[in-house]
């Protein structure tokens, strides 16, 4: 057997105790996987059209952590699964990915699953984490006529947690809506209290 075949066996083997419960084997499955960065892709993109649910999730969560902008059609796939948990896992994968091509995707995701409370916070997390790249969608956001978007953006402005998110929070607690004001004033309790524990004061 050649060396190449004993790897994508030895690959193959790691998929699938990742898709088992957490536990010794799981942990380090996940270590080898990560060990194995694009060597791995070929096949976790084999399982992501997968008829099992267990490598489709396989295929969303270690795929975002390969940061190749290859595999984003895949995570876009993947982000509308029939499956909620590979629907989370997808779209966390969009934000740890790091590639800014993304940012008008999950600006749809958001406005298309933002009445789902279970991936809300997800979607929100995922477009924080772009940090001030990601101010123009969110703002966008914060126009929408729907408060569920709304309160999206103002997660995602917490997870940003600038200047400039601040200033977008503020404008947020004069909404229309008593609801999403109360959104954003504790969001901005939240990130003022982080500003100031940070600054040493």
């Not at 914060?142 to 402005?157: E, F, G, T, V």
Request: aromatic share 6%; net charge neutral; hydrophobic share 40%.
């Amino acid at each position: 057997m050649s060396p190449n075949s004993r790897e994508q066996r030895a690959i193959a083997h790691h998929i699938s105790k990742l898709g088992a419960c957490p536990g010794i084997d799981y942990y380090r499955a996940h270590r080898y996987l990560y060990a194995y960065g694009k060597r791995a892709l070929p096949q976790l993109l084999v399982c992501a059209n997968s008829a099992r649910r267990e490598e489709r999730w396989v295929a969303a969560y270690m795929l975002g952590k390969s940061g190749e902008a290859c595999v984003i059609p895949t995570l876009l796939t993947l982000a509308s699964d029939r499956d909620l948990d590979v629907q989370y896992d997808a779209i966390n994968a969009l934000g740890q990915i790091g590639c800014l091509e993304v940012l008008p995707d999950l600006l749809e995701i958001a406005r298309k699953e933002c009445h789902k409370e279970s991936l809300a916070g997800v979607v929100a997390g995922s477009l924080g984490d772009y940090g001030d790249e990601a101010l123009p969608f969110i703002q966008l956001l914060l126009h929408s006529k729907d408060p569920d978007a709304r309160h999206i953006a103002i997660w995602s402005l917490r997870r940003v947690g600038s200047d400039r998110a601040v200033e977008l929070l503020k404008r947020a607690a004069k909404d229309r809506s008593s609801t999403v004001r109360k959104w954003a004033l504790d969001a901005l309790e939240d990130v003022m209290e982080v500003d100031v524990s940070g600054s040493g004061k």
